[in-house]
């Protein structure tokens, strides 16, 4: 009973660390907190928390948000060389 306990506590944590966005990015659609489970990794954390849009099914996590933001930084970097360079 304890162990129930502590997996819904634990799913609860997941849920409540939802990402900050409600509208979708991609179709503007209501984004609603959801979580998947991970079967084929078994090492890892098995429930991951997200967000899902109920129009177009876009599903964004916290490992999304994070290599999008890469790649924003990334290109954004890319446009500084580019500029540099033709300013020399």
């Avoid at 304890?2 to 506590?9: G, L, Q």
């Avoid at 660390?17 to 979580?35: E, I, P, Q």
């Avoid at 991970?38 to 177009?56: F, G, H, I, M, T």
């Amino acid at each position: 009973m304890a162990t129930a306990s502590a997996k819904r506590t634990r799913v609860d944590r997941l849920l409540n660390r939802a990402l900050s966005s409600a509208m979708c990015t991609r179709c503007g659609g209501l984004m609603v907190s959801d979580f998947s489970f991970d079967l084929l990794n078994s090492a890892a954390e098995p429930a991951l928390a997200a967000k899902r849009c109920v129009q177009c099914g876009e599903v964004v996590d916290a490992v999304i948000q994070r290599n999008r933001r890469l790649r924003q930084e990334w290109i954004a970097v890319r446009q500084i060389e580019r500029l540099s360079e033709h300013n020399l």
